[in-house]
């Protein structure tokens, strides 16, 4: 092979070499951030935190929200029968 040849070999697998290590590194980096992004999240919406945060608005009077069991036994009404459902 020529010198050339050798030289645009080097210089495409450095290249190469180069490309790799930078989508690597960047993969390594949204990784990490998708990590945090996620514990803040958690955190953030938490359950507990939810609920706190309902509560609280139900009992200073700026919201009032339905029950759940009513509201189950509304949709429960509103369905149609099933076939095993129908009295004989």
């Keep these: 092979m020529s010198t050339e040849m050798i030289t645009i070999h080097v210089y495409a697998a450095l290249g190469w070499l ?8 960047l993969w390594l980096a949204t990784g990490v951030l ?7 999240l958690t955190r953030v919406y ?7 945060w ?8 700026h919201r009032v929200f339905q029950k759940a069991e009513q509201e189950d036994i509304e949709k429960q009404a509103q369905r149609a029968k099933k076939a095993w459902e129908y009295e004989a």
Aim: no cysteine; proline share 0%.
């Design 18 to 25: 180069l490309v790799t290590a930078v989508l690597a590194a």
């Design 34 to 40: 998708g990590v945090v992004t996620f514990k803040r």
């Design 46 to 52: 938490h359950l507990s935190v939810i609920g706190y």
């Design 54 to 61: 309902l509560n609280r608005l139900e009992r200073s009077g």
